[in-house]
């Protein structure tokens, strides 16, 4: 490891990869895995689509149907949605902080390849037995009598996933609360960071409560537990609280990021800082606190009583005033300002009407009374997919095509970006706006086929043309990526004339990021340097040698004994010995690591300052 | 730097909170723990739904015996206060005393673990309580399984600390690792005072 | 460093008193664990009414676990702002975990 730049060999590429802790790496290959989940779970969702052109459809038979369904839901939150906001922390939290690397890197690498491992089992599925088939809540007791592994793969995949998100929540807010650089208050902390903060403590509280139901599940299926059977005193409910008391706070892990990425892309390109600071700070909070007392609207229809089911529904109707407050700060701070129509900005400014028809609708559907009509039906698919899609995705890609420059040191192409935008855009409006109406008229979630004259013929005919643009746009993005490092034209540290202190650096940044820990003296620290200063942050500290953690195999070993051994515990019988050597890679690689001493090493100062720049982290 | 997170002389006062890894590890901890606190609640949640639902096997009041859990308490208890010695002694910079005290925690947690294995083998041989009787079985055994499981773990963490510092003294590097060692032994002993109120005393109530 | 070594001693010095203070009210706390244990189990020995019992020993369990949390795992301490907002935002979690799944199971 030189401090300098290196031209290395696929075989050593891979070789870092595979052992890095630096969270910038680590961004990147949660950034892949995420997208190639992403890609998959889309394809699932052309089938879908597909099967639904037209009354009576048999493209794809019920069975796999189901299979498609559940593995488009499962694979888009936890296999994609999830690492590629993992994959903007890791890129850029560190960075905005100051700081020269997450708190823990060992486990930032574990984290991703737990996840890593999880997602590979979920899809291994697909070629053993058939792939889950109870919808991505899996809801006892259809999960618990599902045949085949299917479901057993969704509960292990899961539990070996989650556990990887655990310690990436976990990270990130030691993260944010021990390694700011000095000046760097909570109260000026980018928008972003808070997010992601937020988001963190959510994963720490929500995430246990899905570790227990997946358990549950496990032990259900494959000890003959009798949580959720009936007949031996199990009760499903159980199931349902648990998976809701993780899943609804998921939906705010999920889009609290997404704000915080058009918290940063709407400044910037306004021109302006962003309007209510501290009120965007205080929403957040806020949001993360309701978010955890709501999680009973999804079960409207379960019979909790009326007493449970309004006061689920006032709370859930109390989460529109903080995301109100959070829309109308955004306004403020596009009024008035010197707006530039940059890719970022156009899906921010696609992001608010779209997002707000999804919380609408939510507010719909927190009504309890008015519940019991829409419930499981194509209303429910529209309103998460405009809140999903229209929130999270929209807010993903911003976030990729804002930060792309300081993660890779390229700039993708702005006009095919804004080409992916429009047709991703057009197409998801038509794909969804007209499942608002197909639900009203009762055309039911998750059903296989719908049947002709009823007038759900036309509407479905347009959703499925919408789907392909969207497939279009995606297609699109993957051609301006892959052309744009294959160019590899590379652009300055602050490409975007923004504000934060990841532009303070080059891009992409040097491994220990800050040559020496930044003095912040405000909100927007680079803005402010860039008005008040020479443009350039100031040092903390002499220039001075550096610590950094060493790579390691071990994160990768460590999932790989848990991947083997979750195919043990599932199958067993004489594949128990799987689980055995599986448990048993896992538990020698916990004890190689607790006995040999990792102390990192150091970057000395004489290296540092032959590097190339004035030495003023700029 | 490297030399002396490894040196044992002039230790600060809090050791294990002296250097930015050790307050990471630290916080990291604290935080964890905090999840744990939602694991657990959400297993107690559970049990609570389903203690009544013993279908034909046996109920609560029926096979807890309150003398084999009140020698449990104690034993974990005790281990408690004798881990917090162990890092009484860690900041004195005793190393020796320290392992001693760890020794005792172990030995604690090994007796109660034992007679966790006894209470189990004694339900399902003695009254046909299995794992798959009822949901109340069910529920039972994985709640305080899942803390049995705990304590295992613990004293593997702990053992191997000791074992691999058997021959060196306290130092910045270590100190954070005996000091998360040893919160999470007390959390262990948080949730059996739970687990002792609301599984047996109050299974033994109705 | 030689000049510092005689203020590094009185410091130690100071220290290990500290601690020894320290560790005499973690003896005292255990004691009181103890009696806490003897009580809650003497109750439901004794056979009080469990209209009583119950609430009693709930009350006595939280009280322990306050101990367990501020004496022996220090949160007493300064430097312990997070772990505290930490651990009650795991406790608020907590409660309304089981509070939900002890009332709303629809039996």
């Not at chain 1, 993957?478 to 891009?507: C, F, H, M």
């Not at chain 3, 320290?22 to 003896?27: D, I, L, R, T």
């Given at each position: 490891m030189s401090a300098t730049v290196k031209k290395a060999g696929f075989g050593a590429t891979l070789w870092e990869y595979l052992t890095?802790?630096?969270?910038?790496?680590?961004?990147?290959?949660?950034?892949?895995?995420?997208?190639?989940?992403?890609?998959?779970?889309?394809?699932?969702?052309?089938?879908?689509?597909?099967?639904?052109?037209?009354p009576d459809n048999d493209f794809i038979s019920a069975q796999f149907y189901n299979e498609v369904l559940t593995m488009h839901g499962t694979t888009m939150i936890f296999l994609a949605a999830m690492p590629l906001i993992f994959a903007l922390m890791n890129a850029v939290v560190p960075l905005q902080i100051g700081a020269r690397d997450v708190a823990f890197p060992f486990v930032n690498s574990l984290g991703f390849w737990l996840f890593f491992f999880g997602g590979v089992m979920l899809n291994v599925s697909w070629f053993v037995t058939g792939a889950p088939d109870a919808g991505?809540?899996?809801?006892?007791?259809?999960?618990?009598?599902?045949?085949?592994?299917?479901?057993?793969?969704?509960?292990?995949?899961?539990q070996i996933s989650g556990f990887g998100t655990l310690m990436g929540g976990i990270n990130f807010i030691v993260t944010i609360v021990n390694m700011r650089a000095p000046g760097m208050t909570y109260m000026r902390m980018p928008l972003f960071t808070w997010t992601a903060f937020i988001a963190s403590v959510l994963i720490l509280f929500a995430f246990p409560a899905l570790t227990v139901g997946l358990f549950l599940l496990t032990f259900d299926r494959l000890f003959g537990a009798n949580f959720f059977d009936p007949s031996m005193g199990g009760n499903v409910i159980i199931w349902e609280h648990l998976f809701w008391i993780f899943g609804h706070p998921e939906v705010y892990i999920l889009i609290l990021p997404a704000f915080g990425v058009f918290s940063e892309v709407v400044p910037t390109f306004a021109k302006k800082r962003l309007f209510g600071y501290s009120s965007m700070v205080f929403a957040t909070v806020l949001i993360a606190f309701l978010g955890f007392m709501v999680w009973a609207h999804h079960m409207f229809t379960v019979g909790l009583g009326p007493i449970a089911n309004s006061i689920f529904a006032v709370a859930t109707m109390a989460i529109a005033v903080p995301t109100g407050i959070k829309i109308f700060n955004w306004l403020f701070t596009l009024w008035g300002g010197s707006i530039r129509l940059t890719s970022p900005m156009v899906f921010a400014l696609g992001f608010i009407p779209t997002f707000t028809i999804g919380g609408m609708t939510g507010v719909m559907l927190g009504s309890a009374a008015a519940d019991f009509q829409y419930h499981d039906s194509y209303f429910v698919v529209a309103h998460f997919h405009y809140v999903i899609v229209g929130g999270v995705v929209l807010g993903l890609f911003a976030g990729i095509i804002y930060w792309w420059p300081k993660m890779f040191g390229t700039m993708l192409n702005e006009k095919l970006n804004h080409w992916f935008f429009w047709l991703f855009f057009i197409g998801f409006h038509l794909t969804f706006f007209v499942q608002h109406f197909l639900g009203l008229m009762g055309m039911p979630r998750r059903y296989w086929i719908f049947l002709e004259d009823q007038g759900l013929d036309f509407f479905n005919l347009i959703s499925t043309i919408g789907a392909f643009f969207m497939a279009a746009?995606?297609?699109?993005?993957?051609?301006?990526?892959?052309?744009?490092?294959?160019?590899?034209?590379?652009?300055?540290?602050?490409?975007?004339?923004?504000?934060?202190?990841?532009?303070?650096?080059?891009?992409?940044?040097?491994?220990?990021?800050?040559?020496?820990?930044?003095?912040?003296?405000?909100?927007?620290?680079?803005?402010?340097?860039?008005?008040?200063?020479?443009?350039?942050?100031?040092?903390?500290?002499?220039?001075?040698?550096?610590?950094?953690?060493?790579?390691?195999?071990?994160?990768?070993?460590?999932?790989?004994?848990?991947?083997?051994?979750?195919?043990?515990?599932?199958?067993?019988?004489s594949y128990w010995i799987l689980a055995v050597i599986g448990f048993a890679i896992t538990a020698g690689s916990m004890l190689y690591r607790s006995f040999k001493d990792d102390l990192g090493y150091h970057v000395h100062k004489e290296d540092l300052e032959d590097e190339k720049g004035d030495g003023s982290n700029g | 730097m490297a030399d002396?997170?490894?040196?044992?002389?002039?230790?600060?006062?809090?050791?294990?909170?002296?250097?930015?890894?050790?307050?990471?590890?630290?916080?990291?901890?604290?935080?964890?723990?905090?999840?744990?606190?939602?694991?657990?609640?959400?297993?107690?949640?559970?049990?609570?739904?389903?203690?009544?639902?013993?279908?034909?096997?046996?109920?609560?009041?029926?096979?807890?015996?309150?003398?084999?859990?009140?020698?449990?308490?104690?034993?974990?208890?005790?281990?408690?206060?004798?881990?917090?010695?162990?890092?009484?002694?860690?900041?004195?910079?005793d190393p020796k005393k320290m392992q001693l005290w760890l020794g005792i925690t172990v030995a604690l947690g090994l007796a109660f673990l034992g007679l966790e294995i006894y209470e189990f083998y004694h339900y399902v041989h003695g009254y046909h309580f299995g794992y798959t009787t009822s949901a109340f079985s069910s529920a039972f055994y994985t709640l305080v399984g899942f803390h049995g499981a705990h304590v295992a773990f613990g004293l593997g963490w702990i053992i191997s600390l000791m074992v691999r510092n058997a021959k060196r003294g306290i130092n910045l590097y270590n100190a954070p690792k005996f000091y998360i060692a040893s919160l999470y032994w007390h959390f262990i002993d948080v949730v059996w005072v739970f687990i002792f109120t609301v599984v047996y005393l109050m299974g033994k109530v109705g | 460093m030689a000049d510092n070594t005689n203020s590094t001693n009185e410091k130690q010095q100071f220290y290990r008193k500290k601690h020894k203070e320290?560790?005499?009210?973690?003896?005292?706390?255990?004691?009181?664990?103890?009696?806490?244990?003897?009580?809650?189990?003497?109750?439901?020995?004794?056979?009080?009414?469990p209209m009583f019992t119950i609430p009693v020993i709930l009350i006595l369990a939280a009280v322990q676990v306050l101990f367990q949390l501020y004496y022996f795992m220090h949160m007493n301490q300064e430097g312990h702002e997070m772990p505290a907002l930490m651990i009650y935002s795991g406790i608020f979690a907590a409660i309304l975990t089981v509070l939900a799944l002890s009332t709303i199971v629809w039996w």
């Open positions: 890095t802790v630096d969270h910038k790496k680590i961004g990147i290959l949660y950034l892949v895995a995420g997208m190639f989940f992403f890609i998959l779970g889309g394809l699932e969702a052309m089938l879908i689509r597909i099967q639904l052109i037209k991505w809540t899996a809801y006892a007791p259809l999960s618990i009598f599902s045949e085949g592994h299917g479901v057993d793969f969704y509960a292990i995949g899961l746009g995606t297609i699109l993005f993957l051609y301006n990526v892959v052309v744009t490092q294959a160019k590899g034209v590379k652009v300055s540290g602050d490409p975007w004339d923004a504000r934060t202190l990841e532009w303070a650096i080059p891009s992409p940044p040097p491994f220990y990021n800050f040559k020496q820990e930044p003095l912040v003296r405000g909100l927007d620290p680079l803005w402010i340097e860039k008005t008040e200063g020479d443009g350039k942050i100031k040092p903390a500290e002499p220039l001075g040698d550096i610590h950094m953690p060493n790579n390691s195999f071990v994160p990768f070993m460590m999932s790989l004994g848990l991947f083997i051994a979750g195919f043990g515990v599932m199958f067993q019988g | 002396d997170m490894l040196k044992s002389t002039n230790l600060p006062q809090n050791p294990e909170r002296a250097t930015l890894e050790g307050r990471n590890k630290f916080m990291g901890f604290w935080f964890f723990l905090g999840g744990e606190t939602v694991l657990f609640a959400s297993l107690f949640g559970t049990y609570l739904a389903l203690k009544n639902s013993t279908v034909d096997g046996p109920a609560a009041n029926e096979i807890f015996g309150l003398e084999l859990v009140f020698l449990m308490t104690i034993i974990l208890l005790t281990s408690s206060l004798t881990s917090v010695y162990a890092m009484y002694h860690m900041k004195n910079n | 320290e560790m005499k009210h973690h003896v005292l706390t255990f004691a009181m664990m103890i009696a806490f244990t003897l009580i809650a189990f003497g109750l439901v020995i004794a056979g009080v009414s």
